[in-house]
């Protein structure tokens, strides 16, 4: 696992640690001192720790003018043991939230397994973000089948489309405006 880099080509846009807003404003980073682990797997040092024991992530994109974040995933979501929405709601979404940010792109293709307890971060953040999303890429379809047995799907849109998108293949604003697309078309049929 410590191979897996948090996606670094969209630098030129935007950089967390140089973000006075961002929650992880100032961090320094090493390339070769491995601190951060997921079990017993060294993570990459890139990679952003919130406070979760198994859960970690990188803040990729902020546009406060578009009001969207794309944030990068890796890890065990476990809300049952470590109450992890709990860390990333408190740490990282309220920041956002709190500079008016009302989209949130969530990629999970590093992320393992999803263990759910209540629904109540995610019914919070959902409600503080008017009309705003929260839309999940990527993520393991038998992690949508759990989202889904949590009744958490109602709060984050995630599986169908939303699998099949190269992120990668756009700018940041391109990927926000694929993602709002698909997520209107899929509201108005």
């Known amino acids: 696992m410590h191979e897996i880099e948090p996606f670094y080509q969209w630098r030129e846009f935007y950089v967390a640690s140089e973000d006075p807003h961002s929650p992880f404003y100032g961090n320094q980073y090493s390339e070769f001192e491995l601190t951060n682990a997921v079990y017993n797997y060294l993570i990459h040092p890139q990679?952003?720790?919130?406070?979760?024991?198994?859960?970690?992530?990188?803040?990729?994109?902020?546009?406060?003018?578009?009001?969207?974040?794309?944030?990068?995933?890796?890890?065990?979501?476990?809300?049952?043991?470590?109450?992890?929405?709990?860390?990333?709601?408190?740490?990282?979404?309220?920041?956002?939230?709190?500079?008016?940010?009302?989209?949130?792109?969530?990629?999970?293709?590093?992320?393992?397994?999803?263990?759910?307890?209540?629904?109540?971060?995610?019914?919070?953040?959902?409600?503080?973000?008017?009309?705003?999303?929260?839309?999940?890429?990527?993520?393991?379809?038998?992690?949508?089948a759990e989202f889904g047995e949590a009744n958490i799907d109602y709060y984050l849109a995630m599986g169908g489309r939303f699998n099949e998108i190269n992120w990668r293949a756009f700018s940041p604003d391109q990927l926000f405006r694929v993602v709002n697309s698909l997520l209107n078309k899929r509201l108005n049929q």
């Not at 043991?81 to 956002?96: A, G, K, S, W």
């Not at 989209?103 to 503080?128: C, K, M, P, Q, R």
Request: a negative charge; glycine letters at 6%.
């Open 47 to 144: 990679w952003e720790a919130f406070g979760s024991a198994t859960l970690y992530l990188k803040l990729l994109m902020v546009s406060y003018e578009k009001q969207y974040a794309i944030i990068e995933l890796i890890g065990e979501w476990n809300d049952t043991l470590y109450n992890d929405i709990m860390y990333l709601y408190q740490e990282v979404i309220e920041p956002l939230i709190d500079n008016e940010i009302t989209h949130f792109i969530l990629i999970g293709e590093n992320v393992l397994n999803f263990h759910a307890d209540t629904a109540d971060y995610y019914e919070e953040w959902f409600s503080n973000i008017g009309d705003g999303w929260i839309v999940c890429l990527n993520f393991k379809n038998h992690l949508i």
